[in-house]
């Protein structure tokens, strides 16, 4: 990646901020949701999102319960699954988000 300075200044053929984008995109985590699944009493199936996590390059992740009270640091995402199934009737499951293609400088663009 070239550097822009006072000394090296940016070309009109070269855009500074478009590599910055590509470099985002290029070493974003991904993003997964935890998913509790369970059958209910009347036999009905169903799921919540029970915490998001961020998978990184070197494969560790982190996650978050969706109420913010429990965060782990693990060695893979799947690791996660056995956070979420503790309970009696409960399975749980990632959910890949998929990557966006799309980077901005701009929070109202981005939300």
């Keep these: 990646m070239a550097t822009v300075s006072p000394q090296n200044p940016a070309s009109e053929s070269f855009d500074f901020y478009q590599e910055v984008r590509e470099l985002v995109l290029d070493t974003a985590p991904r993003l997964f949701a935890v998913v509790q699944e369970y059958v209910l009493d009347d036999g009905w199936r169903d799921a919540e999102v029970a915490a998001w996590g961020m998978a990184y390059q070197d494969g560790h992740a982190d996650v978050t319960s969706v109420d913010g009270r429990r965060r782990f640091s693990l ?7 056995r956070h979420f199934a503790l ?4 399975t749980a499951r ?8 799309a ?6 663009e981005a939300a």
């Design 75 to 81: 060695p893979s995402a799947d690791r996660a699954i």
């Design 87 to 90: 309970l009696e009737g409960v």
């Design 94 to 101: 990632l959910v890949w988000l998929t990557p966006s293609r």
């Design 103 to 108: 980077a901005t400088f701009d929070a109202a």
